[in-house]
Every structure is written in structure tokens, then in C-alpha cells.
């Protein structure tokens, strides 16, 4: 299999860079790429060490690295561009300029507008959120949960609580999450905490096998892990999320990206931040 060495660079955090990068990089499967981010770029001096240490692992596997890098300055942008042994892909110029040419006007070319106080706001919503999502966490308290905008349900480990602090951190959603167990299924209907707030369930499901799988990491060769037990589990569960007409989702062949965008359509939440 092919070796590259790939670069993230930015005068920010670069997680931008990393994101678009990868998606990028996906579509590569014969292809193995070391990773490697340096972000915070915003000095010349920390400029020509990042270029340095490109071209060093240029030099090192007789190939270039490609360089998925974010530099607003046009000064840095352009001497990375012309120093750097790579091949460089820059995503700020790649759609300012364009942007700039539709909306007949030149942008503010600063670095971390997306962190400035300008979005304190959603700083403060999404760490609101975080909270709630946290303290709201398999059903460790009821106190507040009606100010949820969505509770998650389903069984022991089947992707609830990753699911919530994603639709936090991610859109702003007060996201809550809550067990189903086998008592629940014995009795046929929903827990009492939650009955009420019927409108707001969401239920996720997953495979037996999968759960199984992911169980017995936690707990191995124990009852709670056993394939029959999670059969029966995720059987009842599904059965009841059904009885109740609560829209299901399965979690198996999914990522948490894509479960929280699937349940932001489904249950037509608001996204809060950006």
C-alpha cells in the first residue's frame, strides 16, 4: 500500500483543515496517510518552521507531502506557497476569492472570525448545552428534563450518550438521554419519568451482535454481554419503542456525524449554532 505524509496547517486550531481534508482523503482507500496538524501558525518565525519541517519529510521519502493548510494572511499564505516542497492545497483562497467576486466586495482576511466574540453567543448556548446533555446522562436526573428538546432512548450502550453530547457540542441541542432496561419491558410501558414527554423520544437500536461486541469489551463473559441476553434486550425494546410509536433509528452501520444529522431531520430540531 501507497505511503503519503499529509500536513494540516493553520493560523487557527485546524480542525476546519483536518475535516475537509479527510473527507478528501476518503476516497483514497489504497492509500495509508500519516497525519500530521500544526496549528496556531501566526508568526513568520512559526511560518518557516512549519515549511522546515515540511520539507524535511519531503526530503526524508523522496516524495512530496500534500498540505491541506488555512493561512489568511496573504504575506504567510503566499511564502508557505512558494517555500514549501509539497503540494498545497489552500482552502481559504480556494473559496474567498470567489465569494468575494459574487458579493462585489473584499473580505476582513482575519484569522478565527468563526471563534471571535462575535459568536459568543453560540459559545455560551453550546456549553449550555454540553451541560444539560452531561447532567442529563443515562438518566442520572429527571430534574429539568422537561426543558429537553430531545431524549434519546434505547438500551445499555447502544450509542445514546455520544449521540446526545454530539447534538450539543455540534448544533446547540439540549439532547437528554435515558435507559430503557429489562424492567421497563416486563412492565410493557414506558418508564414513568418519561411517559409524559412522549413527544420529545427518540429511539436508537443497533444489532445484537454489534451490542454484544461493544458489551463484552465493558463486561466480558457476563449475562449483560451474552449474544441471547442482547437479542432479547434489543427484541423488547424494539417492541415497545414501536407499541409507542416513537421513531427508531439504528445505530450500527452508522457514525455518530450521521446518526445526529438523521435525527436533526427526523425529529425537525432547530440547529442553534454554526
Known amino acids: 500500500m501507497e505511503q503519503r505524509t499529509v500536513f494540516f496547517?493553520?493560523?487557527?486550531?485546524?480542525?476546519?483543515?483536518?475535516?475537509?481534508?479527510?473527507?478528501?482523503?476518503?476516497?483514497?482507500?489504497?492509500?495509508?496517510?500519516?497525519?500530521?496538524?500544526?496549528?496556531?501558525?501566526k508568526?513568520?518565525?512559526?511560518?518557516?518552521?512549519?515549511?522546515?519541517?515540511?520539507?524535511k519529510e519531503a526530503e526524508k521519502n523522496q516524495r512530496r507531502p500534500i498540505v491541506f493548510f488555512s493561512l489568511v494572511d496573504e504575506k504567510m499564505n503566499r511564502a508557505f506557497r512558494d517555500n514549501a516542497n509539497a503540494l498545497t492545497l489552500d482552502f481559504f483562497q480556494a473559496f474567498i476569492s470567489p465569494l468575494e467576486k459574487e458579493l462585489g466586495m473584499k473580505s476582513a482576511h482575519a484569522a478565527g472570525r468563526s471563534h471571535s466574540t462575535h459568536h459568543a453567543d453560540d459559545y455560551f448556548r453550546r456549553m449550555?448545552?454540553?451541560?444539560?446533555?452531561?447532567?442529563?446522562?443515562?438518566?442520572?436526573?429527571?430534574r429539568d428534563l422537561s426543558q429537553g428538546e430531545i431524549i434519546l432512548v434505547g438500551v445499555s450502550r447502544c450509542g445514546k450518550t455520544?449521540?446526545?453530547?454530539?447534538?450539543?457540542?455540534?448544533?446547540?441541542?439540549?439532547?437528554?438521554?435515558?435507559?430503557?432496561?429489562?424492567?421497563?419491558?416486563?412492565d410493557r410501558k414506558l418508564p414513568a419519568t418519561i411517559r409524559p414527554l412522549q413527544s420529545k423520544l427518540f429511539g436508537l437500536t443497533i444489532d445484537p451482535y454489534r451490542l454484544?461486541?461493544?458489551?463484552?469489551?465493558?463486561?466480558?463473559?457476563?449475562?449483560?454481554?451474552?449474544?441471547?441476553?442482547?437479542?432479547?434486550?434489543?427484541?423488547?425494546?424494539?417492541?415497545?419503542?414501536?407499541?409507542?410509536?416513537?421513531?427508531?433509528?439504528?445505530?450500527t452501520s452508522k457514525s455518530i456525524e450521521?446518526?445526529?444529522?438523521?435525527?436533526?431531520?427526523?425529529?425537525?430540531?432547530?440547529?442553534?449554532?454554526?
Open 9 to 41: 496547517l493553520s493560523d487557527r486550531t485546524g480542525i476546519t483543515v483536518e475535516i475537509l481534508g479527510n473527507s478528501l482523503l476518503t476516497q483514497f482507500e489504497d492509500v495509508r496517510f500519516e497525519r500530521v496538524t500544526i496549528p496556531f501558525i
Open 162 to 186: 455520544p449521540t446526545a453530547l454530539y447534538l450539543a457540542m455540534q448544533f446547540g441541542i439540549r439532547a437528554a438521554n435515558f435507559p430503557l432496561t429489562p424492567d421497563d419491558f416486563v
Open 258 to 274: 450521521e446518526i445526529a444529522v438523521t435525527i436533526m431531520q427526523q425529529a425537525k430540531l432547530k440547529r442553534h449554532i454554526y
Open 43 to 55: 508568526s513568520e518565525e512559526e511560518l518557516f518552521k512549519a515549511i522546515e519541517t515540511v520539507n
Open 212 to 251: 454484544s461486541q461493544i458489551r463484552g469489551e465493558r463486561r466480558p463473559n457476563s449475562l449483560y454481554a451474552s449474544l441471547d441476553n442482547c437479542r432479547k434486550e434489543i427484541r423488547d425494546a424494539e417492541a415497545l419503542m414501536t407499541r409507542e410509536r416513537i421513531p427508531m433509528l439504528d445505530t
Open 128 to 142: 449550555e448545552a454540553i451541560n444539560f446533555s452531561q447532567s442529563h446522562d443515562d438518566g442520572a436526573t429527571t
